[in-house]
């Protein structure tokens, strides 16, 4: 049987939909059984996915998020002969195969379509009603996403299947010296509190701003708030807000960190805090447990799940409440050993060889 992947949206972005594409194409390549996999890439780019990994590939002219996209790469692909194609971004072409699986990785852009901007509200809020209907079946990756598949676009139950997401097996605990040395190259000493993602509204970083402030007002900690991520859309609060609050010189900026150092900043961290207003996974938290730092996250959207009992849950509205749970890991140490030991056993749950194996799964039910 021929599946193809799209996997354009790998070359054009670095966020958490091109890991999961890669991630789950280099799982699945030790399970294809009686499958016959064929990766779409983009020709406009440089070839960004693995190689060497014995699956076809196919290269397309169509750009990922164009708006003809629909119909220029259903044309692009109607000789491929495909029995399935599988959309990770979740807008399929509206032709060029026989059955479709698309994966939705969250409806922000239902939810908060002022934070986007007014291209990817059309690109998304456009399109999703009928992406949902045209697809034989929906991979979501949570229990949230179900739930807001089912409510906001009236999706059967029977038509989703909740696949978890799983961090890169780099992300794990480190000797010292490894941890010393990563932190180091950004000229930062173990023990400093993080955020990890887009700078972005639904993200929540000024309300993160404002309860580092209290944590420095009350002595709580003197150590730097480091905030790893690009430049998303409507980002300047952050810094407006960084400037209001007079922690310009207490909080460093980390803009294009590459994956491979991320391990050791995870690790170096005293505590992550995510406290997004939503997240369809909320991979940092994961990524961060698998390195032995403790989470504090909102108790929003999909983060409950991910994290489970491993981590604090805080009102993302309530700042206090978020310097009230951040102090809590700094201050109290038989907590943050529990919650670094329960984040272990929690990260070990989530795996690509189970994402892989239960996406597979998918496929050959469609396929019948």
């Known amino acids: 049987m021929q ?74 692909i109607a000789r491929l002969g495909l029995d399935l194609l599988h959309s990770p971004d979740f807008i399929p072409p509206s032709f060029g195969y026989d059955r479709s699986v698309i994966t939705v990785h969250d409806l922000n852009f239902l939810y908060y379509p002022r934070f986007l901007s007014v291209d990817s509200r059309r ?52 000797p010292e010296e490894t941890v010393r040395k990563g932190a180091a190259r950004y000229n930062l000493e173990p023990g400093y509190l993080l955020f990890v993602g887009t700078l972005a509204p639904r993200k929540n970083v000024p309300g993160l701003l404002l309860a580092y402030r209290k944590l420095l007002d009350d002595g709580v900690t003197d150590q730097p708030l480091v905030l790893v991520g690009g430049k998303g859309w409507l980002y300047e609060e952050v810094f407006e807000r960084t400037t209001a609050l007079d922690l310009t010189d207490r909080v460093r900026f980390h803009h294009d960190v590459p994956d491979a150092d991320l391990p050791a900043l995870y690790a170096a961290a005293d505590v992550l805090a995510m406290p997004s207003f939503y997240e369809g996974f909320g991979l940092p938290a994961l990524e961060a447990m698998s390195c032995g730092t403790p989470v504090v996250v909102a108790d929003r959207s999909s983060l409950p799940e991910v994290v489970g009992e491993a981590g604090l849950l805080v009102d993302p509205n309530d700042p206090e409440a978020l310097a009230t749970a951040l102090a809590r890991v700094l201050s109290d140490e038989s907590e943050r050993i529990r919650l670094e030991r329960a984040g272990l056993e929690q990260a070990h749950e989530f795996s690509w060889k189970r994402v892989a194996r239960e996406t597979q799964a998918v496929y050959e039910d469609v396929l019948g």
């Open 123 to 174: 690109y998304y809020n456009d399109q999703i009603a009928w992406a949902v209907e045209q697809a034989d079946h929906i991979l979501a990756d949570s229990h949230a996403t179900e739930a807001d598949l089912i409510s906001l676009l009236s999706v059967p139950r029977e038509k989703i299947t909740v696949v978890h997401l799983a961090a890169d097996p780099s992300f794990r605990p480190l």
């Open 3 to 76: 599946i193809g992947i799209d996997a354009r949206i790998a070359q054009y972005s670095r966020g958490g939909i091109r890991s999961y594409v890669v991630h789950l194409i280099e799982a699945l390549s030790d399970l294809r059984g009686d499958l016959d996999y064929r990766v779409l890439y983009s020709r406009r780019r440089d070839r960004a996915l693995p190689a060497d990994l014995g699956l076809s590939s196919v290269g397309c002219w169509t750009p990922s998020h164009h708006r003809l996209e629909r119909w220029a790469l259903g044309m692009e």
